[in-house]
């Protein structure tokens, strides 16, 4: 069953999107099965930045990473994550956001 979890991030929308779309920074945030080699499919459309992961070897996963500038410079990412997993979708996707978070604050804070 498909999740979708929205979070706000104080962060510039490229930063959030660069560090989400780094293949070293991908392990930290993203779901065990769509690791792989961290590399998504990345495209830019507008002020909307968007990877996709999920074409690897666990054709059962995917993920979709959206993010958008928001009020103040930040930035609004949403994240729609299916897979076969006992554990809670939505929870899922929540932490995932979590862990992106932490690493956009450590890529700030490295910056």
């Known amino acids: 069953m498909p999740a979708r979890a929205v ?3 104080s962060a510039p929308p490229e930063v959030v999107f660069n560090t989400a779309t780094d293949p070293a920074r991908a392990s930290a945030w993203l779901p065990e099965p769509l690791r792989g080699d961290g590399s998504p ?3 830019i459309s ?3 930045l968007r990877a996709r992961w999920g074409d690897g070897h ?3 996963w995917s993920a979709e990473i959206r993010v958008e500038p928001a009020d103040s410079g930040g930035a609004r ?3 729609d994550l299916a897979g076969g997993s ?3 979708p939505d929870q899922l ?3 995932a956001l979590s862990n992106l978070a932490r690493e956009v604050a450590d890529n ?3 910056g």
């Open 108 to 110: 700030l804070q490295a």
């Open 58 to 60: 666990d054709a059962d």
């Open 77 to 79: 990412i949403q994240l």
């Open 86 to 88: 006992d554990e809670d």
């Open 41 to 43: 499919a990345a495209e």
């Open 7 to 9: 979070r706000g991030m």
């Open 93 to 95: 996707a929540d932490e």
């Open 46 to 48: 507008g002020e909307e």
